[in-house]
């Protein structure tokens, strides 16, 4: 079992709806999640962190984090064409010092 | 000015050859990774440093080697480059005294013939 895992895609979803990315981690005790897109070629970008059980909201994006199940989501509502991109998942066990396990992403692709 | 530059940002060599990649930041940050990213691969962790004095290997260190001349500053080899090393490579940073967040350079894309 892959220790960050995701759904590799592509997913699809029309302009202005909501994407629904998910996540699921092998490590019960991680700690840390963090969501990065990807344009393709170029480098993550880190849109999303979450620490604790519940939703974040930053603007369109909302991350959800239930570690009992051990499962992170990341929302895009009202989904535009600049979205399209590979989102990837990263998670920080403890004990790890600072290095993180990123997910192999989802491709997302919004049509018009 | 980007935070995190990484240079050259693209570069065709021959098997066998040496060949080093750089990675500055001006984020103050004291620790710095080296990752390279293969499709459907993800990013693998090859090194990491959480300071000068620091260095530790990651997942797939084989065929790789690192300097970090500075805090600012962190270098990745490749001693003999070899085809399959063929990829796309990310230096990124993070803070110790911060969120564990990190964040990456533009990265290097390298060819290997």
């Known amino acids: 079992q892959k220790e960050v895992e995701q759904n590799s895609g592509p997913l699809s979803v029309p302009e202005g709806a909501i994407a629904s990315l998910n996540c699921t981690y092998s490590d019960r005790v991680s700690q840390s999640f963090f969501w990065y897109r990807q344009y393709s070629g170029k480098s993550p970008e880190l849109i999303m962190s979450?620490?604790?059980?519940g939703d974040k909201e930053d603007g369109r994006f909302t991350a959800q984090l239930n570690k009992a199940s051990q499962y992170v989501s990341l929302l895009i509502r009202d989904s535009q064409p600049s979205d399209s991109a590979t989102y990837l998942c990263a998670v920080k066990s403890v004990g790890s010092a600072s290095k993180i396990i990123f997910g192999s992403g989802t491709r997302l692709s919004i049509r018009p | 000015d980007a935070d995190v530059t990484q240079t050259p940002r693209n570069r065709i060599t021959k098997t066998g050859k040496r060949i080093m990649l750089e990675c500055s930041q001006t984020k103050g940050h004291d620790r710095m990774y080296w990752y390279r990213q293969d499709p459907g691969l993800g990013l693998r962790l090859i090194y990491y440093?959480?300071?000068?004095?620091?260095?530790n290997k990651g997942e797939i260190s084989d065929g790789y080697s690192v300097s970090r001349q500075a805090q600012a500053k962190f270098s990745l080899s490749l001693e003999s480059a070899i085809p399959n090393q063929t990829a796309l490579y990310f230096c990124?940073?993070?803070?110790?005294?911060?969120?564990?967040?990190?964040?990456f350079g533009p990265g290097t894309r390298l060819t290997v013939t």
């Open positions: 979450i620490y604790s059980n």
């Open positions: 440093s959480f300071d000068v004095k620091d260095i």
């Open positions: 990124a940073t993070s803070s110790s005294s911060g969120s564990y967040e990190q964040y």
